[in-house]
């Protein structure tokens, strides 16, 4: 007898217990959240986004709003909301005990601004990613522009290398190829300010520093990149030093294993610095 007494005395206490935490949750879930944390990581030192400007999005699509319960949170829809934005690459919200909660972003890095032949502009991130330009924010980075015909609505980098129609009539992917290097070469990203894509289907580097173009060419591979720009960093490093900067108005990269160069129109030693 005494034992159904003390599994009766367990059910009743379990029961006492489940129902108390039911009330403290419906209480908890009725009470105002408090305004999020919200945590953004910049590669870099182009932030595209701010803690303040998401706090104000979320505000206006009124996934935020005034008085708002934690019941009333939809954490799915946020986290699609922010992820959805071009500037972001990753995005995770958090809910904790209590009334606080947490969003944590991570945007994208651009590597390139690129103007195209339809007057519109957009970046490129490091990952080959389109990301739409913003009104309060402008990266330094190489400016890419020309006759270039891929669109702000364009597939990504990885969707064109891996579709040999898009490769044969977008230039994206070797925008991409001559852009990554020069963001990540330190040599290249202080000399090189644009990239141009003439009419004749080249890409010309024009240098920050001096007045030549570089006729680089085609970009089709990551190897023929390489190539290209490790033949202009010597020609840098053990021509012009002995030439000067004035000598030449144009360098040519786009042929294997050499560089064809040309001068000055009138140039003489004299005109060396």
Known sequence: ???WLIRIAWVIFVGIIIALLFLARNAQE??????????????GENAFLTEDELFV??????????????KQLN???????????????????????????????????????????????????????????SNLHTARVVVVTGNIKDRITSKNVKEIINNKFLKSIQKLDEIYRISYYVCNDPLMRA??????????????????????K????????????????EKLKIFYKEAIPF???????????KYKNQIVCKTV?????ENKQ
Do not use: C
Request: aromatic share 10%; hydrophobic share 40%; no cysteine.
């Open 1 to 3: 007898m005494k034992k």
């Open 30 to 43: 009725k009470k105002p959240v408090s305004k999020p944390a919200i945590v953004i990581h910049v590669e």
């Open 57 to 70: 999005r979320l505000k206006r699509k009124r996934l935020i709003f005034d008085g708002q319960t934690k």
């Open 75 to 133: 954490v799915a829809a946020i986290e699609k909301y922010i992820h959805s934005m071009s500037e972001v690459k990753e995005t995770k919200v958090f809910t904790n005990i209590g009334d606080t909660w947490k969003i944590d972003v991570k945007v994208r890095k651009p590597i390139a601004r690129i103007f195209n032949r339809y007057g519109e502009t957009f970046y490129l991130d490091e990952e080959g990613v389109i990301m739409k330009a």
């Open 191 to 212: 000399l090189i300010g644009q990239i141009h894509f003439d009419k004749k289907g080249d890409f010309v580097l024009i240098p920050i520093v001096g007045g030549q």
């Open 214 to 229: 570089i006729i680089f060419g085609s970009a089709k591979t990551t190897e023929d990149v390489q190539e290209k720009f």
């Open 243 to 253: 030439e000067g900067w004035n000598k030449y108005k144009e360098i040519g990269l």
């Open 265 to 269: 129109d009138g140039y003489t030693e």
